[in-house]
């Protein structure tokens, strides 16, 4: 698995300074607040677990599915919602915990229904930030780190579902995904 990785874009201890940080920003951000972190899976596991155990606020977590790359290296900008919440965010103050935000498909996407569910703020804490891939405008509030416009996997982010196990972000190297593309 390490050797598909040409480089380490993100490592362990800094990923660790990473969700201590912001944890820190949002327990002060929402110290009068009971807001309610929306992990969108599966890539937001490992960020999930490690930045809320750094947030020192009650908080409620839930959980929502959507998948916008359906496994390949591109987002198809079409956004599908597999499971839902089992809570209502009417009335709540809402982070959204992701791994990425690359074409912004995804959060655009979701921030708009939670805000049509009734939601009183929305915002996103993101581990990473690719702004050079938007193809909607929108800028993500807590970001963890912005990266260049290469495409990555580990802690949580994958190639056809595979390194999400990896405990950082690295660099997949070209040939894992042009000789996988083209069988
Ligand atoms: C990834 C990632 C974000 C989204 C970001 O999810 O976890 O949710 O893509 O990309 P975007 O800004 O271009 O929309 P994916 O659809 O791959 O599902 P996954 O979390 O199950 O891997």
Do not use: W
Not at 94 to 122: M, Q, W
Not at 123 to 128: D, G, R, S
Not at 149 to 166: A, C, I, P, S
């Amino acid at each position: 698995m390490h050797n598909d990785i040409s480089e380490i874009l993100v490592s362990e201890k800094e990923i660790d300074h990473i969700c201590t940080e912001l944890g820190q920003t949002l327990t002060h951000d929402y110290k009068d607040k009971n807001p309610i972190l929306i992990g969108l899976l599966k890539g937001c596991v490992p960020f999930m677990s490690d930045l809320s155990k750094k947030i020192e606020l009650k908080v409620d977590m839930a959980y929502m599915s959507v998948s916008s790359y359906h496994g390949g290296i591109s987002s198809s900008g079409d956004v599908k919602i597999k499971m839902d919440l089992d809570i209502s965010v009417s009335g709540r103050h809402v982070i959204i915990v992701e791994d990425i935000v690359d074409t912004g498909n995804t959060i655009v996407t979701i921030v708009e229904l939670l805000k049509h569910r009734g939601a009183l703020s929305v915002e996103i804490a993101t581990l990473l930030d690719k702004p050079e891939g938007r193809t909607k405008p929108y800028v993500p509030k807590y970001v963890g780190k912005t990266i260049p416009k290469l495409f990555v996997v580990g802690y949580g982010l994958d190639y056809n579902e595979y390194y999400r196990n990896l405990p950082y972000v690295g660099v997949l190297k070209p040939e894992v995904y042009t000789s996988e593309e083209s069988k």
